[in-house]
């Protein structure tokens, strides 16, 4: 089955470290770009970070630049987030996405909670 795994998230307080990883299998992964996106209660999803295939290239979204970093390692197959300084608003289910040219494969998602 071709679906992107996540794990590590948890409920952490503000300020706190966190890294949480994906897991694949069933495609190349080495040549897809890999992104993780999240998903606020009754909010739109937004990208999160992006990594291109060779990790010569991420991008991030603003709110969480300087404090976020995403990695791949191609022959494990897995990409991650380390998330630093992590705030209330950081809250959401975060999801890992693989994308090649009109291909494509979601994960479920792994919850993180950042509360006092």
């Known amino acids: 089955q071709v679906q992107p795994v996540e794990s590590g998230g948890m409920s952490v307080q503000p300020a706190d470290s966190l890294r949480v990883s994906c897991a694949t299998s069933g495609f190349s992964f080495s040549f897809y770009y890999m992104s993780w996106y999240r998903q606020a209660p009754g909010k739109e999803r937004e990208l999160v970070a992006r990594?291109?295939?060779?990790?010569?290239?991420?991008e991030y979204l603003d709110s969480v630049k300087g404090r976020f970093s995403i990695s791949r390692d191609n022959g494990k197959k897995v990409v991650y987030l380390q998330m630093n300084s992590l705030k209330f608003e950081d809250t959401a289910v975060y999801l890992c996405?693989?994308?090649?040219?009109?291909?494509?494969?979601w994960g479920r998602g792994t919850q993180v909670t950042v509360a006092s």
């Open positions: 996405h693989a994308r090649l040219e009109s291909r494509e494969h």
């Open positions: 990594i291109s295939p060779s990790s010569g290239s991420t």
